[in-house]
């Protein structure tokens, strides 16, 4: 009864006129990896046996419970800020060893070739650490890891994202690939790693005191906590990591949340700023202030005039296209890969050699090419540099360097730095966005400010067109708006640039927003990870609740008996399931798979039977909760014996959850679901019975029907689809596309993987 | 049977063991003004009405609706910055033109007592100017209208807070009381001025592309972001300003709004500083970036070490324990004040006078105190010039003099400063306390730092103590984190100062609210302004949405008489009527008061009926909607032949409207309310038969009732008050505390004054 065919909601019903077979195998795909993908239900727990539990924790213990939730946001500020300075260290140190090698043999005289020969060796050693590690050890280690956090805070249970493991490939690998030479950012995966040193806070066996934190939403907030202290570690940039965390990610902040999302975003920056002077040998131990240097160089005595706010805004549109231009081809290389190489294995670590190989060789060669004096890599002028200098260095150069660069040679780096950068996000090894789609934009920026200002020197600062067009070309990729702005701003030291970053961004995001969705969007769509956006469109209000819901629910009695609720668990792969009254039929409450599971498995004499003793909530947390133990275990736990027993149900049940009518609109429910965190909104009747059920996947489903749809076509013409919206009480009869299943969501059986 | 005695749900019942007749003179006081106070809906519009009207709007129309959107959203900042620029433009012309006479008195020869009495004058009539606008023309003139903000942000109809008439009595007072030299500073004025700025433009009259700016939510987006405005013209600072409307007022941002809020900001940002620069003769027109001056001057290169941040704490700590005296003084003062003084009137501007007086003629004598060389203004040092010049270029001077302060007259004017702040917040002048809270810390500050100084000069910049103290003393008083921190950073230039300014601001903040609440939150308690804060204390967990509700409640059927709903509209003053289904008796939805007064009033011969057509939500916007017609005028339009026809009320009904079920906890009817911007939420039984409706007035006596209580004892011990919860389903019998009347929410019929 309970078969894997899930909803059949898909657009290739009724949208594959043209190519039906190539839609219907996408939308299988489409199918396939969201039935892998669980939610994660941040609402509040309000069964009886939680709430006797908060009021036990009360009092005192309850006082130092929230006391140590400052402890460890405190302490995951200093871990974040803690890997991201010995992911700086292990790389500065790296890479200079390898410049100091190349000078030792260029002053031992031995010749190009064998230079290089010793330069790609180097190289292709480092990348093929980076790719072991993403190929054959934790395939989630790859890429930024942004689109990833984003799904976690969205509300989407994406296993082992946030696994010590996956630091530490992530933290080694970073450190590898940026070392080898390839146009990748340490910062994405700083966002990455600080999120995960969040995470872990809340895995701490330290007794009852720590076990609250192991309740979803708390463990939310802590994520959202670390990323934001990666972003303020990897840039210095507190601010701009709390806003981060705010734009990208939670769509759950209230005002105490943002504190703490605030205090451990200070923590880590100021983890940072400690060692980032004396590490660069600029101040002594302890000094901090204005002396300790920013990321990107301080932005000071730079003026502009209004007009320029103009040309700012035609970089953010020159932004914004290539932005999208690159997502573009970047998608569709994405594509090719998922169809071709796969997330792990051999073709994927061979691919990591071959790019690594080709783009190696070529930034090796290519500062030789226009008019080079000599190929002692320290003699290199400023644009020759740009090549085999990190990235980091090379903006910082683009932005203060008083000498004009080679006009040429700029622009051909910034050409080449932006086809590399295409094909290499995405490849097997950690690799952020951040500061390669940074330098492309600056060395576009700084060549046209070159040219501006050999017009008339009076304006047109080539510094400050390199940071618009940085600005402008991250912007129009990632449509990151408010926080990177800020993000800049902290990094360059002056709170005045604020305002003219902020609209290049603006503008790129805009222009770019015109042709395709930022990267780190485009790839959760590939993943077919059904996030929440911002906001429901606006067809969704002419769509009701009862048009989308799934209608064939496994629902339980309140008062169960052990072995029906064992056949249920076995058949049935839902991990909610709504409690019904058994005499009038009406809808009592949601329970959870996880808690059942504990419950069978811990019931003893006194909590059999109507009205027995409730399991208690520490039991169950001691017991494992919230990891599911096996069917097979539970069976085990529960005996023979009591397998006719009856379970009262209502103590474990969430009774005050929320519910809609079958004619609310879905535009409300997809509000409810965002801003309150649900897995899964029961859809009532007229007279209470339940009549279906909505999951995320519902919801998207919904939205996807409707795109391409003109919204007055939808209501008028189209009734087969849309129905009327129904005035007189009670439920629509015809659903919008039928449904044929039964299933709310399937266990999460495997990873999500690019 | 609709009398006006409210929920009688208040403390005085239980907790007034010791001194009955006064607490419950107190709560009478709170039932009176809380029945004075309107709430508004922010949730989704969801009538078939209203949807019919979304629908034909979109399309072509729909997207020269969005475009207005953002036109008039640029527009709102552009106000709000040229109010900005007109204030201060205005201010530093008077402030000087008094200096210059006092200069040529002086050259001419005129005695001290002469000056004197003309000073005194000139105050003087600045400050009848300024407190005639607010004791006799519009009392929300006064203070600095942070509160009121907050509050219509919050979901509450405060009438006249955002009319263009509060605009001009507000910008005009606030030059007046500045330039009489009172401590009052003119940027929380400038917020006020910029949240009317926005609000204005949803007032626009430009046929119906402009009108659904009319629905509440618009208009509360459009406040939010004047308001960001405000605080990004008054100090400069487009990002603080965001941060502010976020931290303070907006329980409803997603990104989308976030980035229109952020787009006024920057707006009147821009304009601020166009004019900013020529205005002090700093730079050339037109010429913007670094050179600009930032409101309290840039933090170039000012080191400090890291053991500093101890001290800076402390510092917070001082700041907190300062903050929270002063609010507590000035809660006294303002209890007093409302009690023998009034919002308005004869007694108020006296009150103005008197202090006004009292002040300059203190100020005007203080400078020569100790060991003055000349009463000559102009020659005045620093220290003196503390007393008479404007309080941002006091702040200047503290932050950034190299010269050391008169260390006796540093203390003397922080200590007089600190408490003519206390005198004058509250006072019947427009008057803001960002600037007067930042001086009087400032001089605290600089002081200490002067002192450990002289003890080493390797350490402790005088300057950055004055910034810090300047830091600690504002977030003690208002509690204000984030937003404040971004604040000062943009003020003073240097993304750097941003975290040790958060530690204090965090460590004031902590260390204020074991004492007392911020002063805005102070402000509106007195007001008896039913806020939601961020999130209900733990204790609502226990609570059940049955126990908190209002039982007896006026519903009307689906298919309603004409008369009947006047005659219910006439003896009940609710703003939201249940509708039920006559037959089954279950619930269907909400239809507003608004509604059905405009419905009647238009309906004609196919409008009646069962099934009859829907009034258009155009013909009521163009009838006046949201305004309240008079039920006398309603009688007329809907003449006495129709007064037995039946209108059919589905139609305009919202029934998609959240329910919760009896047994829900109120920690989550709380959520609900404050995350979506409810209204009325309405309580079903298990057979979805109407058991009661929740405002946000019952769960703020549910709240107060649960205060001091503890929560164990609650649960355990006082089960008189606190059913234990009902595991079973159904509504518990027994209600909190018994409920008698009907009313849901009173009209508004005097506006809330201090």
Known sequence: MLTSDFRSRTPSNKDSHSCPDLLRKHSEQKIKARQSLE????????????????????????????????????????????????????????????????????????GLLLRFGAWLIGSMVLAAIAGFLVCYIEPLAAGSGIPEIKCILNGIDLPNVLLLRTLACKA????????????????????????????????????????????????????AAGAAAGVAAAFGSPIGGVLFAVEEGATHMNPRILVRTFVCAAVAALTVRFFAGPMEGMVKWGMLGTEVPVEFGRFDNRPYQIWELFIFGIFGILGGLAGALFNSLNTKLSKWRMRWIGPRGHMRYLEVLFVTGTIVTFNFMAPLFFGAVSSE?????????????????????????????????????????YAQTVWTYGLGVPSGLFVPSLLGGAAFGRSIGQVVNSLDANFAS??????????????????????????????????????????????????????????????????????????????????????????TVKSAPVIAVVKDLLSMLEDCKHNGFPVVDATTNTFV?????????HVIAL????????????????????????????????????????????????????????????????????????????????????????????????????????????????ARNDSSEISARNVILGIPGSNLLKKSNTSLEEDASSAATP
């Open 39 to 110: 939610s994660v239900d941040y609402d509040l727990h309000e069964s009886q046996q939680y709430v006797d539990y908060v009021t036990n924790l009360s009092g005192p213990l309850g006082k130092v419970k929230g006391g140590f939730r400052w402890f460890y946001t405190v302490l995951a500020g200093f871990a974040a800020g803690g890997v991201a300075v010995a992911i700086q260290f292990v790389l500065k140190h790296v890479t200079e060893q390898r410049f100091e090698h190349q000078q030792r043999m260029y002053d031992d005289g031995h």
């Open 172 to 223: 080694f690998g970073i450190v590898c690939s940026v070392a080898a030479g390839l146009p990748c950012g340490k910062e994405g995966p700083m966002i990455h790693s600080g999120a995960i040193c969040g995470a872990q806070m809340t895995r701490v066996h330290a007794g009852p005191i720590v076990q609250p934190y192991k309740i979803n939403h708390e463990a939310r907030d802590f994520v």
């Open 377 to 417: 890599m320290s003699s290199y002028s400023s644009s020759q540099k740009l090549f085999i200098n990190l990235g980091g260095e090379c903006i910082r150069s683009l932005f203060h360097d008083t000498e004009n660069f080679d006009q040429r040679m700029l622009l051909f780096f910034a050409i080449v730095h």
């Open 462 to 551: 080539p510094g400050v067109y390199a940071l618009i067009g940085a600005t402008a070309m991250l912007s129009g990729m990632a449509r990151i708006t408010i926080s990177l702005a800020v993000i800049l701003m902290e990094t360059t030291g002056e709170a005045e640039w604020g305002l003219p970053i902020f609209l290049t961004v603006m503008a790129a995001k805009w222009t770019g927003d015109l042709f395709n969705k930022g990267i780190y969007d485009i790839h959760i769509d590939l993943r077919h990870v059904p996030l929440l956006e911002g906001r429901a469109e606006k067809p969704m209000l002419m769509l009701q609740a009862g048009e989308i819901m799934a209608t």
């Open 589 to 597: 409450g949601l329970v959870e798979r996880n808690t059942l599971l």
């Open 603 to 714: 019931s003893k004499e006194d909590n059999f039977g109507r009205g027995g003793r409730a399991v208690p909530y520490e039991d169950m947390v001691r017991h494992g909760h919230p990891q599911f133990p096996s069917i097979t275990d539970v069976k085990a736990a529960v005996g023979v014996n009591n397998l006719n027993k009856e379970i009262d149900l209502g103590p474990y049940t969430n009774q005050g959850c929320y519910t809609v009518q079958g004619h609310a609109a879905a535009m409300r429910c997809y509000a409810l679901f965002r801003t309150m965190g649900l897995r899964h909104l029961p859809v009532l009747a007229a007279d209470h019975t339940l009549r279906g059920i909505i999951t995320r996947k519902d919801l998207l489903n919904a939205m996807e029907s409707l795109e391409g749809h003109h919204l007055r076509d939808l």
